[in-house]
């Protein structure tokens, strides 16, 4: 729920602004609350489908429910407040008085369907309360970071589409990792990239019935052959998710072109699998009931990673400029067998556990020879490259190499020392532009989460901690965070909110503020 207090000469107001859980219908419910003297307000409802382009046919019975419909679409507004039709606009005027509360509910549904009965907007203020209080109410106290934790469990509750489980990576489509410029994702999709964090999220708090839904989300969408399974879906398993630009919007700020849809669905991520097969070892180890499907992993999606992990892929980032052997994609490739050997290890059969165990330490000792360059000291993004990428901060987070590593310590200083800006983490080198941003990216958040993972592994927890209050400053006023963050211009970048950020938030303060935390629990699988 979202309060705003207006102050004017009259008077003083307030309007409550909530969507209500659970009821059946997807609704908006507007309280307007008069606190002192009078205020005058202005309505100006502005309805467009079809992402702006299609204007509806617009209604108003002798009860003032005002319906808007065009095609398959319609809202209804219901209020107490009549509006007149004005340059395909819907407009009114109206005063809240001290005491007064006007109410207005806004009801989207099928336009062959009859309107859906809507809760009273009194009644619903109230049940949204209580939902959200006992939600937030079963958070366990987390040393010194309670409210961000609890901010960040809601957003991803709110995040979440309640009959499938899938948790949406950003509610937004086409926001710029650069603004004017061209990387303008549609991320309103579910990402498997996603998985473990997001279950040792809400299961080291102990939100159960939420990592059982998102698990049973996971468990649906990867259902098929092993060479069909997607880096991300659709709320509900949806495979086919068309890019296409829509070219009669202006953009962010002039940022073009927007797009919906997400090409990168069809790409081809190796690190998917091990995401995959982790995510369900942390599951069992943390008490949910086995899934009748996890023989999927071992039975059909390793014998196919057995050939494909040889191969190169578009990798973490989503490249669109080619494939190439990613480190971290052979990283979590070698996770995909290290965690079904255990699985298999766990469920007595002892020859899966051999087959998957040799394979991870041929993929080990394969990164281990490709992938480090003694001249920089460090590992590198890409087989025989030369450039640094925040994504290797996963090889000491997932047990790849231990932290006390010489290679790994020597990683980290090197990400420390040539992505750092203002104290947050770039994902990547690439060429600087003349603030010193990488083709005027920003900072990606996730990255300085992942960072301080990696120092607490280190013993490095002030070096940690610092990191963590600076990522905490990125927060808007209620606490949110976008994908990026740029230092220079002390802006948000990138769709917002952001589940990423969000569960490297929850997963850092988790590590902070406990003996052993999400890193050093998911590190020591292996």
Known sequence: MCETEFSVGSGEAAIFDFMPPRDGSSNIVRIVEGRKGSVEFEI??????????????????????????????????????????????????????????????????????????????????????????????????????????????????????????????AITTSLPEKIGGPRNWDYRYCWLRDATMTL??????????????????????????????????????????????LDWLSGYEGSLPVRIGNAAADQFQLDVYGEVADALVQARKHGLPPHPRTEFIGQVLLPYLEKAWREPDEGIWEVRGGRDHFTHSKVMAWVAFDRTAKLADDAGDVSSATRWRLIADEIHADVCKNAY???????????????????????????????????????????????????????????????????????????????????????????????????????????????????????????????FSHLGLIATAMNLSRVEGPAEERSAEA
């Open 373 to 499: 360059d003694d001249e920089l000291g460090s590992f590198v993004q890409s087989y025989g490259s030369k450039t640094l990428d925040a994504s290797l901060l996963q090889i000491p987070l997932v047990g790849f190499l231990p932290a006390d590593d010489a290679k790994v310590a020597s990683t980290v200083e090197a990400i420390e020392a040539r992505l750092m800006r203002d104290g947050l983490l770039l994902r990547y080198e690439t060429e600087a532009t003349d603030d010193g941003l990488p083709s005027g990216e920003g900072a990606f958040l996730i990255c300085s989460f992942w960072l301080c993972g990696a120092l607490i592994l280190l013993g490095r927890d002030a070096d940690a901690s610092k990191i963590f209050t600076r990522l905490c400053e990125c927060t808007n006023d209620v606490g949110l965070l976008s994908e990026e963050y740029d230092p220079v211009a002390g802006r948000m970048l990138g769709n917002f909110p952001q589940a």
């Open 44 to 169: 100006d409802l502005v309805i467009r489908f079809d992402y702006g382009r299609s204007v509806p046919w617009v209604s108003q019975d002798e009860t003032g429910k005002l319906t808007a419909v065009a095609g398959p679409h319609r809202l209804t507004l219901e209020g107490p407040i009549e509006l007149t039709g004005e340059d395909l606009h819907s407009k009114a005027k109206f005063v809240v008085s001290e005491g007064q509360r006007i109410a207005f509910t806004l009801t989207r549904s099928p336009s062959h369907l009859p309107v859906p009965i809507t809760q009273d907007p009194e009644a619903a203020l109230q049940h949204t309360i209580f939902f959200w209080q006992e939600f937030v109410g079963r958070c366990p106290p987390v040393n010194g970071y309670n409210e961000i934790v609890k901010r960040s469990l809601i957003t991803l509750k709110a995040m979440t589409y309640m009959p499938t489980g899938g948790i949406v990576a």
């Open 200 to 245: 040792m999220a809400f299961m080291t708090l102990g939100y159960f019935e939420e990592a059982a839904a998102w698990r049973e989300w996971l468990m649906r969408a990867v259902a098929g052959t092993p060479e069909q399974m997607q880096i991300m879906y659709g709320v509900a398993g949806e495979r086919s998710l068309p890019e296409c630009e």
